[in-house]
Each structure stands twice: as C-alpha cells, then as structure tokens.
C-alpha cells in the first residue's frame, strides 16, 4: 500500500518469511506475492546472497509479469553483479512492463561468503564501493555515455540503451546501522533503511530524526492482544536449533545492524510490551517484531509516520488472517492520524491518508 500524507507519500513493502524448507520456498514468495496485491501493497522486498534458492532478478521479473501493480524491491550487492548488469536490468524492467523498480543496495554477507569470490574489503570500504555503483547506475540509466575513474571502478563511454523515463527512474534504499551507511544514504540521496526499536510514551521525542528514513519490522495483530500474542507463538515457537544458527551466524558477520539487533535480544531492560525478539533469537526473523492489538500496533506505525518517515518494509506471515489484521490495523492509523491532525497546530502537516 502508498500511505498518502499531505507531505509525503510513503511506500509499504511485504517480505516473504525466511525459510529453508526447498517445497515451501516459491509457494511463499508467491502467496507473499498474491497477498501483497490483493491488499495493495507498494511491492515485495527480494534478499540476495549465496543462501537463496531463486536468483534475485528472476523473482523481481515474476513479480512484475504475475502481478499488474507490484514492483520489486530488490536487494543488489556490488559482488553478485556489475553496475552496467544492474543498470540494464531496471531499464529492461521499465522497457517491458512501465513498472518502477527500487533497489535496496546492501554490501553484507557472511564473512565465509566474502572469503569465497576473495572478497577482502573491511566494513566501510565495502560502503564506499557501494556508493560508487550506485553512482554508477544512477548515471547509466540517463542513457548518455558515462566514464568514471573511481577507487573500485573504472569505465570510459559505457552507455546504455534507451534512456530512462524520468517517472521510472529507480528509488534506492540503503540498509545498515552503521555511520558508513548512513553517509553512503546521504551522498546518494537513497532512503535509509533502519530497523524499528523499542517505543514508549516517554522514548517518543527518539522518532524525531529519522526523515528520510525507512524502517523494517515485523508486525502480528488481532483485535485483541492476547489473541495476537496466541497467533505469534504459535508462528515462532522457541527453538534451540534456531538459537544455535543464530550464535554461529553472529560470528560470522559484521553487520552492526545484526549486532545490534543481537543486543537488544539479549537485552532485559526493554519496557515496550509489544516489542519482541524470539524469532530473531530463533534465527526465523531478521528484524524485531511487534505483537498488540489493532489500537496498540496503529499507535506504534503512528507515531512512525509522525516522525517524517518515508517507507516501510513489514515482515509478516504468508497468511491472508494476517494480512487481513494487519488492514484492520491500518485502517486505526487512519483514524488516529486524522483525529489529531484536526486538534493539532504545529506537530505535522494535515493529513489526507489514503489505501493505494
């Protein structure tokens, strides 16, 4: 779905669930996929990496040939692919369907996948080979002839063909907790990508600093928080399998986002009722999770909005019961925002909000 404010309209992206399961992988990106639409959603958010079943760009063309409304968005990693293959990609995209493609630029992998394609780069340096790709695709899909003498890359009138209409031209998103990717996102005038927090009354003013900014959580909602939290641990129940991938994979990146993310899950002084870390510390989730009812859940995507952010990826089950809530949720965002948009002077712009 586009969220439409007076000032901004901000796109809400699906993941499908992590799986590993090799039945269960494409039927999960396809009902993601279904779901996403039927509730219209802005599109679906694509993982790369040496673990996945499916090639990135293969799932972002299945996207944009079984659905008429979605548009991908795609995870690119400057090892995977050169800036012109990913370049002649979005251009293919808006050539053949007139549909946006996003791009959500990322640099991690396992530190054993990096050792792999001989990978030796530190953490920042790899964001600064990210921001010369980016720039470099940025440039390609004007259609002119492009030279660039960089520190990672070099090319002397690589042109690509045909120019880009302007209304198709690619949103790019960075993702990272770190001060390189927060510059990275700034240089370029990407979104960044952070992941949510902890929320009280008392910790609101903490919501003040993230325009453009988006965030990843995931959320699990019904009309009445015991039954959400019924719904959630029947999702994630514990598991110490899940616990010991976790700790192994910890140790074998260094991802600050995961970090810190490791630390808030081991944290014992977090006061947010809804805010829950299992299925991360099970190894079932890449982000925090929030479980309440529909009055809890709008309170908290809320105060998000009021924030000045500009997008949000939501991780949650491919189950139609779960879109199906997580709408009703929405709808009480509708509500609250517009209820204090007409008692309040200064704090934001008036809000029209509406479903795409």
């Known amino acids: 779905m586009k969220l ?6 901000i796109d809400v992206f699906t993941i499908s669930p992590r799986t590993t399961d090799t039945d269960s992988y494409w039927k999960n990106i396809r009902d993601t996929m ?36 979605l548009s991908p968005l795609v995870a690119v990693n400057p090892i995977y692919m050169h800036p012109f293959s990913a370049a002649k990609m979005i251009s293919s995209f808006a050539y053949i ?28 340096d790899r964001y600064e080979r990210l921001s010369e790709y980016i720039e470099i695709v940025k440039e390609l899909l004007t259609g002119v002839p492009v030279s660039y003498c960089g520190k990672f890359y070099t090319i002397n009138d690589l042109q690509l063909q045909p120019e880009m209409p302007k209304e198709l031209m690619p949103e790019f998103y960075i993702a990272g907790a770190s001060e390189a990717a ?5 240089r370029i005038g990407a979104i960044h990508m952070v992941m949510g927090k902890p929320f009280t009354h008392a910790a609101g003013s903490s919501f ?10 995931g959320i699990v909602t019904r009309a009445t928080a015991r039954d959400a939290w019924e719904r959630v641990n029947s999702l994630f129940p514990e598991s110490e399998e899940g616990k010991m991938m976790l700790e192994y994979s910890m140790s074998n990146t260094d991802s600050q986002w995961k970090h810190e993310l490791k630390r808030f899950a081991d944290s014992e002084n977090i006061k947010d009722e809804r805010f829950w870390m299992r ?3 099970g190894f079932q989730a890449d982000c925090p999770y929030y479980v309440g009812d529909y009055e809890q859940i709008a309170e908290l995507i809320s105060a998000y909005l009021m924030s000045g952010i500009r997008s949000i990826i939501l991780d949650t089950p491919s189950d139609e019961s779960d879109y199906f809530h997580l709408q009703k949720a929405f709808l009480k965002v509708n509500e609250m925002l517009s209820g204090t948009a007409a008692n309040t002077e200064n704090d934001f712009p008036e809000i029209t909000f509406r479903f795409k």
């Open 34 to 69: 279904s779901l996403s639409e039927k509730y219209g959603y802005s599109g679906n958010l694509i993982f790369t990496g040496n673990d996945i079943f499916v090639d990135t760009w293969l799932v972002a063309h299945a996207i944009m040939a079984e659905t008429s409304s």
């Open 97 to 124: 369907f007139g549909r946006k493609t996003y791009v959500n630029c990322v640099t991690g992998t396992s530190k054993n996948d990096l050792l792999s394609f001989n990978d030796t780069l530190d953490h920042d």
């Open 182 to 186: 927060r510059k990275v996102a700034q």
């Open 279 to 281: 299925p991360f510390k």
């Open 4 to 9: 439409s404010l007076s000032d901004r309209t």
């Open 208 to 217: 003040s600093a993230l325009k453009n900014e988006g965030v990843y959580l």
